[in-house]
């Protein structure tokens, strides 16, 4: 059983400290996608601009670490940091130094020279396989030159390795920086007291990634509106044929109890009543659109149909609270992406505080064009539908001082 979360509670932040002239080491998420070296989303590097900026201006010199994707080992070049190091020297102005070996040696001949208007970027953390290890022996490398440590990678934060968990356990000066900030504040927003109707979208191919957060919100939420291939599962659970379209067969009980759990709580469920089908996934040339929820037995559901849309979008309009994790189709796909970005718009319109999970949700508002409509859009897929389950995040819990003796002077 998950216990509730503690929030910011106990965790300093950036602000609490003095700077000037202190190595920060800024632990961030800079896991961008890339085609090749060519950088095709840089979400997370323009959200680690204002941390990155405050410490430059209040004078710290600044060692900035991440990992990128998921090297096999340090041969795996294509993981390289370089293209992230290429844009952060031009975003910020100022020359970025990516160390390829980041042995405390090399860091500290850089640290102890002349290190004006320079920032060092450490080479992909899981090149080295103690930091997936959580090592203490690679967590006292980096700590032996940084005086603070700020993590403000929060799409990292539910992972125990070195540079979230290692080395903060040893540094006596840790705290957060804006963008983890943010994240706490938006997130416990929709457990806290959030304003009504709230509603829960929830998308995506399974329900059995969502249960947990399904079962936190259900007594907290006004109603949900379920979309993407979890929905199948659901329309199938009311014995609606669904075709061949993607049915978690081992959660239609599940399925069932929600159903019936949600209505003995009067509260709103609602589900497809059409969908864009095909008879094979991504195929464009059979695509149609159904009169009904059934799916004919040669079809595949791939996106929400237009009485979906609109039975959602009516629902999401008087809103004052919106919660979306999940596209309601195949959204990467043109053909069968209207239904997402319809959910978007809805979203994009509507006066109410929407926070937008990160993963193919936050990929989803950003292709649709209405990002910038979101009140936030999460840097963390599996962190925050962990957090907001009620599961404590490695990367807060060791921020928190374990008792009031170990507090120190900032």
Do not use: C
């Given at each position: 059983m998950s216990v509730p979360s503690a929030g910011l509670k106990g965790i300093k932040t950036v602000r609490d400290f003095e700077l000037e002239g202190k190595t920060v080491f800024l632990r961030l998420d800079l896991n961008v996608p890339l085609e090749g070296t060519k950088i095709t989303d840089e979400t997370r590097i323009t959200a680690s601009l204002p941390t990155i900026n405050y410490c430059l201006e209040k004078g710290a010199k600044l060692i900035v670490a991440s990992h990128l994707g998921r090297p096999k080992s340090a041969d795996d070049k294509k993981y390289s940091m370089e293209?992230?190091?290429?844009?952060?020297?031009?975003?910020?102005?100022?020359?970025?130094?990516?160390?390829?070996?980041?042995?405390?040696e090399g860091v500290k001949h850089?640290?102890?020279?002349?290190?004006?208007?320079?920032?060092?970027?450490?080479?992909?953390?899981?090149?080295?396989?103690?930091?997936?290890?959580?090592?203490?022996?690679?967590?006292?490398?980096?700590?032996?030159?940084?005086?603070?440590?700020?993590?403000?990678?929060?799409?990292?934060?539910?992972?125990?390795?070195?540079?979230?968990?290692?080395?903060?356990?040893?540094m006596p000066r840790k705290g957060i920086g804006f963008l983890i900030e943010k994240e706490i504040k938006m997130l416990d927003s929709l457990t806290?007291?959030?304003?009504?109707?709230?509603?829960?979208?929830?998308?995506?191919?399974?329900?059995?990634?969502?249960?947990?957060?399904?079962?936190?919100?259900?007594?907290?939420?006004?109603?949900?509106?379920?979309?993407?291939?979890?929905a199948y599962t659901f329309l199938k659970a009311q014995n609606i044929p669904v075709g061949k379209s993607l049915v978690e067969t081992d959660k239609l009980k599940y399925a069932k109890e929600m159903i019936e759990r949600?209505?003995?709580?009067?509260?709103?469920?609602?589900?497809?009543v059409d969908h864009i089908v095909s008879t094979e996934f991504g195929n464009v040339e059979n695509k149609k659109v159904t009169s009904s929820a059934v799916i004919d037995e040669n079809y595949m559901g791939l996106d929400i149909g237009p009485k979906t849309v609109k039975n959602y979008s009516v629902a999401l309009e008087n809103a004052a609270t919106v919660f979306?994790?999940?596209?309601m189709g195949v959204f990467e796909n043109k053909a069968f992406c209207e239904g997402t970005f319809a959910?978007?718009?809805?979203?994009?319109?509507?006066?109410?505080?929407?926070?937008?999970?990160g993963g193919d949700s936050a990929a989803a508002a950003e292709a649709s064009g209405y990002a910038d409509k979101m009140s936030h859009i999460s840097t963390g897929g599996g962190a925050s539908l962990e957090y907001l389950q009620g599961e404590k995040l490695p990367g807060l819990e060791v921020l928190r001082p374990r008792k009031q003796s170990e507090q120190v002077p900032v």
């Open positions: 293209p992230v190091a290429k844009r952060l020297t031009e975003l910020l102005n100022r020359e970025v130094v990516l160390m390829e070996e980041p042995s405390s850089i640290l102890y020279g002349n290190m004006k208007n320079q920032i060092i970027l450490l080479e992909n953390l899981r090149f080295d396989e103690g930091e997936t290890e959580n090592s203490p022996q690679l967590a006292q490398q980096w700590a032996s030159y940084s005086d603070i440590y700020i993590n403000d990678a929060f799409g990292a934060s539910h992972r125990a390795h070195a540079s979230i968990h290692a080395l903060p356990e040893i806290d007291k959030p304003k009504k109707p709230y509603i829960a979208v929830l998308g995506g191919a399974k329900i059995s990634d969502k249960i947990a957060v399904i079962e936190k919100l259900m007594d907290i939420v006004d109603g949900f509106v379920i979309g993407g291939a979890m949600i209505e003995a709580r009067n509260k709103s469920l609602l589900l497809p979306w994790n999940g596209p959910i978007a718009k809805a979203l994009a319109e509507s006066k109410a505080l929407k926070i937008v999970g």
